[in-house]
């Protein structure tokens, strides 16, 4: 996450705060260390946000200070609320988080529909990959390296160029060019074992690399997965 958009997300985690919050409950909140927070506190009150608070004592936001209002009509509001609601399907914590941050800035603006609920059943998170590291290496179009237990419990080494994860109702799996097999494959994050974000780039591939991964998606007659390439 860029600074300036995480301290925007320290701003509406204090605004919406009813006591004030400790460093360690903000870091562990947007994925950071205590000391970053430190760092971004002293810049905000720097700039006169009205942040009082200290390390060791925790930080609130005096009352009254405002952010442009965004408006919804009313079905706009409900897509909202059960849009966020079914991420918690999705066993992708950080995503989860970030639809409780948004929540949270939309209800300031307007009443979320109380009478629309999602379930919550979906596939569990997975154990070894944070998948908010995953999604961030899509967006800084850099390679991945991981240790994989493929369908049939045989264990290989892979570099992958990550182009898109798709969340399905039982599982996920992460859509990547895989340079083993030089093709489109899927990979089951809850099998893949280890992980290394590597600084090797495709910066400039990945939107000409998911317009085709989406169109042999479409005209693909694979039933695995729905999605051409399959499971690797």
């Not at 941050?101 to 944070?130: C, F, H, M, Q």
């Amino acid at each position: 996450m860029a600074r300036s958009a995480r301290m925007f997300e320290i701003i509406q985690l204090l605004r919406g705060a009813s006591k004030p919050l400790r460093a360690a409950d903000i870091a562990l909140e947007l994925e950071v260390t205590k000391r970053t927070i430190y760092r971004d506190m002293a810049s905000l009150q720097a700039m006169r946000i009205p942040i009082e608070g200290a390390a060791g004592i925790g930080y609130i936001m005096r009352s009254g200070y405002d952010l442009p209002p965004i408006n919804f009509d009313v079905e706009e509001a409900e897509a909202i609320t059960v849009g966020l609601s079914m991420i918690a399907r999705t066993g992708d914590k950080g995503l989860q988080n970030a639809a409780r941050r948004a929540a949270l800035k939309i209800s300031e603006a307007v009443p979320l529909s109380e009478t629309l609920y999602t379930s919550t059943w979906g596939p569990d998170a997975p154990e070894t990959v944070n998948l908010s590291e995953f999604r961030d290496a899509i967006r800084q179009e850099v390679k991945i390296r991981i240790e994989y237990r493929d369908l049939n419990d045989r264990f290989t080494e892979r570099t992958i160029l990550p182009i898109a994860i798709v969340y399905y109702a039982e599982a996920i799996v992460v859509a990547a060019m895989c340079e083993l097999r030089n093709d489109f494959r899927h990979f089951r994050p809850d099998r893949i074992l280890s992980y290394q974000i590597l600084e090797e780039s495709f910066v400039g591939d990945s939107k000409s690399m998911r317009r085709d991964w989406v169109r042999l998606s479409l005209s693909s007659e694979a039933e695995t997965e729905g999605f051409v390439g399959g499971l690797a």
